[in-house]
């Protein structure tokens, strides 16, 4: 008999201080004066919240966790294993997730990393999908996306407009009905040096000439085109369909990376649905990497908008270029 697993809980950790454009409006006044408001308009960002200086990513994760267990009345006790998915690490080494699991004191739960940028949520799923599906003595994994990027970049860098910090988590849990299902993926490594920290790894250690030169900081060397999501999205929701024998028709929601609106609205006429069946949040919660499919999908539950029975495709996209996507039937198991 297959295993299944599905979806018990959700979480998020917004922290508290929020960062408005007209920030970015005064930062830039001199410099680009028409910025902020062309990329307010285009991808829908309108403010964004920054963690305290005393604060590193596994923070952010380990409270989105925790809230995440409380809605489903558990403790970290029940915890087999501890997925985090970020490319903004508290350290190269080790890893972020062994991090938080003694932050959690999750003392029973083994863990590992994802680090596909914005695709790592749903990369994760898949992967604890797998792992629960071949390990029966494992009932629950806890997955976890984080994301604090603006502590890694120049804040006088453009980009910076987009980076919110934040965290989502999921409960999984064995199930007797299906829950998570099959994933689909794209990558292209020639676009690998577009958008990165070009010092600090084994390419190039980090050192003084490096970090007066920037380079230990995330750049966006080159712009990715257009059609990478407005092409590749639509790919990885066909995957998607083709992989579950699904119709585009079947699938009640969709949660696509929230980097730009008006791509995701461009996307959703090229797919012939309508806008209504994509959710978004990063008008409120600004661009949120990692996180970002997680707190939408958080906010999608608790919005009332997504129900028991009911199939999300979520679609993530980040720099290397990572592409991921994974289908899940929402369970009568969800805590809403």
Same mark, same amino acid.
């Given at each position: 008999?297959?295993?299944?697993?599905?979806?018990?809980?959700?979480?998020?950790?917004?922290?508290?201080?929020?960062?408005?454009?007209?920030?970015?409006?005064? @930062?830039?006044?001199?410099?680009?004066?028409?910025?902020?408001?062309? +990329?307010? $308009?285009?991808?829908?960002?309108?403010? @964004?919240?920054?963690?305290?200086?005393?604060?590193?990513?596994?923070?952010?994760?380990?409270? $989105?966790?925790?809230?995440?267990?409380?809605?489903?009345?558990?403790?970290?006790?029940?915890?087999?294993?501890?997925?985090?998915?970020?490319?903004?690490?508290?350290?190269?080494?080790?890893?972020?997730?062994?991090?938080?699991?003694?932050?959690?004191?999750?003392?029973?739960?083994?863990?590992?990393?994802?680090?596909?940028?914005?695709?790592?949520?749903?990369?994760?799923?898949?992967?604890?999908?797998?792992?629960?599906?071949?390990?029966?003595?494992?009932?629950?994994?806890?997955?976890? %996306? $984080?994301?604090?990027?603006?502590?890694?970049?120049?804040?006088?860098?453009?980009?910076?407009?987009?980076?919110?910090?934040?965290?989502?988590?999921?409960?999984?849990?064995?199930?007797?009905?299906?829950?998570?299902?099959?994933?689909?993926?794209?990558?292209?490594?020639?676009?690998?040096?577009?958008?990165?920290?070009?010092? %600090? %790894?084994?390419?190039?250690?980090?050192?003084?000439?490096?970090?007066?030169?920037?380079?230990?900081?995330?750049? +966006?060397?080159?712009?990715?085109?257009?059609?990478?999501?407005?092409?590749?999205?639509?790919?990885?929701?066909? %995957?998607?369909?083709?992989?579950?024998?699904?119709?585009?028709?079947?699938?009640?929601?969709?949660?696509?990376?929230?980097?730009?609106?008006?791509?995701?609205?461009?996307?959703?006429?090229?797919?012939?649905?309508?806008?209504?069946?994509?959710?978004?949040?990063?008008?409120?919660?600004?661009?949120?990497?990692?996180?970002?499919?997680? +707190?939408?999908?958080?906010?999608?539950?608790?919005?009332?908008?997504?129900?028991?029975?009911?199939?999300?495709?979520?679609?993530?996209?980040?720099?290397?270029?990572?592409?991921?996507?994974?289908?899940? @039937?929402?369970?009568?198991?969800?805590?809403?």
């Amino acid at each position: 008999m297959s295993r299944y697993v599905a979806i018990r809980s959700t979480g998020i950790h917004v922290p508290e201080i929020e960062v408005p454009n007209s920030v970015y409006r005064a @930062r830039f006044a001199a410099t680009a004066p028409d910025f902020v408001d062309k +990329m307010e $308009a285009a991808a829908g960002i309108r403010t @964004r919240w920054h963690a305290p200086e005393h604060e590193a990513t596994s923070d952010l994760a380990t409270k $989105a966790a925790r809230h995440a267990l409380d809605r489903a009345g558990l403790t970290a006790d029940d915890i087999d294993l501890i997925l985090v998915g970020t490319d903004s690490p508290d350290y190269i080494t080790p890893s972020t997730s062994v991090i938080v699991q003694q932050k959690l004191g999750a003392t029973r739960a083994g863990t590992f990393d994802v680090g596909c940028a914005c695709a790592s949520f749903p990369t994760a799923l898949s992967a604890a999908n797998g792992i629960m599906a071949t390990n029966p003595w494992m009932r629950r994994v806890l997955v976890i %996306g $984080a994301y604090m990027m603006h502590r890694l970049a120049d804040e006088n860098d453009q980009m910076h407009f987009f980076y919110g910090d934040g965290a989502g988590a999921a409960v999984l849990e064995a199930s007797d009905e299906p829950g998570l299902m099959a994933a689909a993926y794209r990558a292209d490594g020639n676009y690998a040096r577009a958008w990165f920290i070009a010092s %600090g %790894g084994t390419v190039e250690p980090a050192s003084e000439a490096s970090v007066r030169a920037g380079r230990t900081q995330v750049r +966006m060397v080159d712009k990715y085109p257009p059609e990478i999501n407005e092409v590749g999205w639509p790919a990885v929701v066909q %995957g998607l369909l083709e992989h579950n024998n699904l119709t585009l028709d079947a699938i009640d929601h969709f949660v696509f990376t929230q980097v730009r609106k008006r791509t995701i609205e461009k996307v959703m006429r090229g797919l012939g649905q309508p806008m209504e069946k994509a959710h978004t949040v990063m008008e409120k919660w600004g661009y949120t990497g990692s996180a970002c499919i997680p +707190m939408a999908l958080h906010d999608l539950i608790t919005a009332g908008k997504a129900k028991p029975g009911q199939l999300v495709a979520m679609v993530g996209s980040g720099v290397g270029y990572n592409q991921a996507g994974i289908v899940v @039937r929402l369970t009568d198991a969800l805590v809403r």
